[in-house]
């Protein structure tokens, strides 16, 4: 199998790290994003709506990051969706897609007082839902392992470091125990050449 990807896209990084932690052999290609490649035919005909990450797979071309983890785990073995936690993982993972990296997404591209502050909110909003699951002293929001439920927020709080967003004091150690993980501090040191190298076109325009 092979996954199409890019060490900058937040979901391509989820997805990859959701690989590595399941030990999968699955191979990497890194897409030439900016060099068009996402609109390319070939590309295309593999991901309808040209967005990344996709894997190959017996079955046939997996687009999205979450689906693409859930048919991993459905062929086993079940690392990210531990038995007795399925739906609790599921449903932080899409917290986490939803107000955590979209959120970030945005502002990452889109740097105004009006994104900056809607991001904020969002994020401040999902942060406090996972800073309540974690209150009780577990490692992470399915018990004391890393799931599906814990990846977006990893990607999540590592962009809002880089961008200058707030993370609550609350999230803190949660994220330094994610980022202690090997497999994860190697997916942020992927992404940080290419978060440097687009900062200047990810800058607003001067003021006149």
């Known amino acids: 199998m092979k996954l199409h990807f ?5 979901y391509s990084r ?16 890194t ?12 590309f295309q005909a593999m991901s309808p709506f040209g967005k990344m990450p996709v894997l190959e797979s017996p ?7 979450t689906s693409i983890l859930e048919y991993l785990e459905e062929r086993g073995p079940r690392v990210l969706l531990p038995a007795g936690v399925e739906r609790l993982a599921r449903h932080f993972d899409r917290i986490g897609d939803l107000y955590l990296l ?3 997404g945005a502002f990452f591209w889109k740097k105004t007082p009006e994104v900056q502050a809607e991001t904020e909110k969002t994020m401040h909003r999902a942060w406090t839902v996972f800073a309540r699951q974690l209150a009780d002293g577990r490692p992470f929001v399915a018990g004391d392992r890393i799931t599906l439920g814990d990846l977006s927020a990893a990607i999540a709080v590592d962009y809002a470091h880089t961008e200058g967003v707030a993370v609550p004091e609350t999230i803190a150690p949660y994220a330094e125990r994610l980022y202690s993980h090997p497999v994860l501090q190697a997916s942020r040191e992927a992404a940080r050449p290419f978060v440097e190298a687009t900062r200047p076109r990810r800058q607003p325009p001067a003021t006149p």
Request: aromatic share 4%; charged share 25%; no cysteine.
């Open 31 to 42: 897409l030439d994003v900016f060099g068009g490649e996402l609109r390319s035919p070939a």
């Open 14 to 29: 989820k997805t990859a790290v959701g690989i590595a932690l399941r030990g999968d052999a699955i191979e990497l290609h």
């Open 102 to 104: 979209d959120a970030i």
């Open 59 to 65: 079955d046939g071309p997996i687009y999205e990051s």
């Open 6 to 10: 890019h060490p900058l896209s937040s």
